[in-house]
């Protein structure tokens, strides 16, 4: 059972354009989500984060829109640059109690093209 | 500020063979998680640990595989009697506290990758 999905397992933008990745879940009870960024053979490294009580959040080029009637989020740089070309991984998980496990997409994999 | 660290970095074991994979989380934090990335897939839960105590380890195999995160020292994933589908990387987070809000985000280690021959 995926509970975060994201659909597109790759997107090619051009340098300077807006990358729009996209992320759903299914579980109402997600109340944070996290997007991270994950270059070949290292670990993820957090890029920004939100709360189920904003619908935004912004961090530099980066923001993360959330639309919980949906149980959408996206995540949108811009402008995109070649150094973001990596596979992005949106988060979630359940806060407020005696976990915090975090439930992952599959990633989508990020290529800006010069 | 040195970030979560992980070591080894690679490791190769035979059948049958023990693998034991070490996180010291950054410095301050007191909460360990271990995830497990499958090869073409997202990274799995699999146990969340506090100093001398295992919190959730729902995501874990019921058999051969344990963690423990010590008063002193490392966290450790062990896994006994490797088999090939425990090929995979393996990663550490760790985090200061729980509850919602900016200090849970959880900050990865670079992996493990363990072949199992």
């Known amino acids: 059972d995926q509970q975060v999905k994201q659909n597109s397992p790759s997107l090619s933008v051009q340098e300077g354009r807006i990358s729009i990745l996209n992320c759903d879940y299914t579980?109402?009870?997600?109340?944070?989500f996290l997007w991270y960024k994950k270059y070949p053979a290292e670990g993820p490294t957090f890029l920004i984060s939100?709360?189920?009580?904003?619908d935004k959040n912004e961090d530099g080029r980066f923001t993360v829109f959330l639309n919980k009637s949906a149980k959408h989020l996206s995540l949108h740089i811009v402008p995109s640059q070649p150094g973001d070309s990596a596979v992005y991984f949106c988060?979630?998980?359940?806060?407020?109690?005696?976990?915090?496990?975090?439930?992952f997409g599959t990633g989508t994999l990020l290529a800006v093209q010069p | 500020n040195a970030g979560v660290m992980q070591n080894p970095r690679h490791l190769v074991r035979r059948r049958g063979q023990e693998a034991r994979l070490r996180c010291s989380p950054m410095?301050?934090?007191?909460?360990v998680y271990w995830y497990r990335q499958l090869p073409e897939e997202g990274l799995k839960f699999m146990v969340y640990?506090?100093?001398?105590?295992?919190?959730?380890e729902s995501g874990m195999p019921k058999e051969r595989f344990s963690a423990e995160f010590p008063k002193e020292g490392p966290s450790i994933l062990r896994i006994q009697q490797v088999v090939r589908g425990d090929s995979a990387a393996y990663f550490c987070?760790?985090?200061?506290?729980?509850?919602?809000?900016?200090?849970?985000?959880?900050?990865f280690g670079p992996g493990t990758r363990l072949t199992v021959l």
């Open positions: 410095k301050g934090h007191s909460h």
């Open positions: 579980n109402s009870m997600f109340d944070y």
């Open positions: 988060a979630a998980s359940a806060g407020g109690g005696a976990t915090n496990k975090l439930i």
């Open positions: 939100i709360s189920s009580i904003k």
């Open positions: 987070a760790s985090s200061p506290e729980t509850g919602v809000g900016p200090t849970d985000t959880q900050y």
């Open positions: 640990l506090q100093k001398e105590n295992i919190i959730d």
